[in-house]
């Protein structure tokens, strides 16, 4: 494969809260291809694209789970690839497993993943407390999560992604599997931290999600951004009203053209 390379087009006083540029990954097949993505501060970002598409490889690469063939990654104007401590600092990771102890609480769980980015104890508490209320856990809060559903289990997960006060969120697939409840609770509050300042970054099969809460979409397909931009702009390209006529036309584009 070609080799990559990319250079930040970052202001220094306004960073982008994720810029990559010509990030590449392969596996037996190209599976992130050149990406140029950049997403704002303050934004709700939705990446949407069929299987195989490269969203999650997209996703880890950023998180810093796998390292990419080359390019590069911006994390607030972090260089995430030569600086990853500092880039993990400062982002949340969730992914459509969730991974958390079983035998602890939440409460307790909360507890355990402040300890590990040595936030005070002081300050963790009414922070695990404002979370857990805030998903709707606040009666199981010390109950151990052997025993919840995959939705209470998520939410738990969403809380400790959460609790040491990231400015960018990265989101896959979060709503999978979750009740109409669970995944309101979970919504209300990623649509809060986006109020409060922060950036979320989701991906999702479920096209209905990316048109209530994104501010911009994001179209992948064949480890490529092919499209991007508001609900109007992508339904202006496509020359298609629904969100899911819009994703269909975009997504067979580079097929029809290849």
């Not at 805030?134 to 919840?148: D, I, M, N, S, T």
Request: hydrophobic residues 45%.
């Amino acid at each position: 494969m070609s080799s990559c390379s990319g250079e930040f087009m970052l202001t220094p006083h306004r960073p982008a809260a994720l810029a990559t540029r010509g990030l590449c990954k392969r596996f037996d097949r190209p599976a992130v291809d050149f990406l140029d993505l950049t997403i704002h501060g303050g934004e709700f970002y939705a990446l949407v694209g069929p299987n195989g598409a490269g969203k999650t490889t997209t996703l880890r690469m950023v998180t810093g789970l796998l390292r990419p063939d080359s390019g590069s990654i911006a994390i607030d104007g972090i260089d995430a690839l030569a600086d990853p401590v500092a880039a993990k600092q400062i982002t949340a990771w969730l992914s459509d497993e969730p991974m958390i102890y079983d035998k602890l609480t939440p409460y307790e769980y909360l507890e355990f993943v402040a300890g590990l980015w040595r936030i005070d104890a002081a300050a963790a508490e009414p922070l695990a407390r404002e979370l857990l209320d805030w998903l709707g856990l606040a009666p199981h809060a010390h109950e151990r999560c052997e025993g919840f559903s995959r939705g209470m289990r998520q939410k738990v997960a969403l809380a400790g992604a959460l609790v040491h006060d990231p400015k960018l969120i990265i989101l896959d697939e979060p709503l999978t599997g979750l009740d109409a409840g669970s995944a309101r609770q979970v919504k209300n509050v990623l649509k809060e931290r986006v109020r409060a300042g922060g950036t979320v970054i989701m991906t999702t099969h479920i096209l209905e999600v990316a048109e209530r809460m994104a501010d911009r979409i994001g179209v992948i397909a064949h480890g490529r951004l092919i499209a991007e931009g508001t609900l109007d702009e992508l339904r202006a390209r496509s020359g298609q009203t629904a969100l899911e006529d819009a994703f269909l036309a975009l997504v067979a584009e580079p097929v029809e053209a290849a």
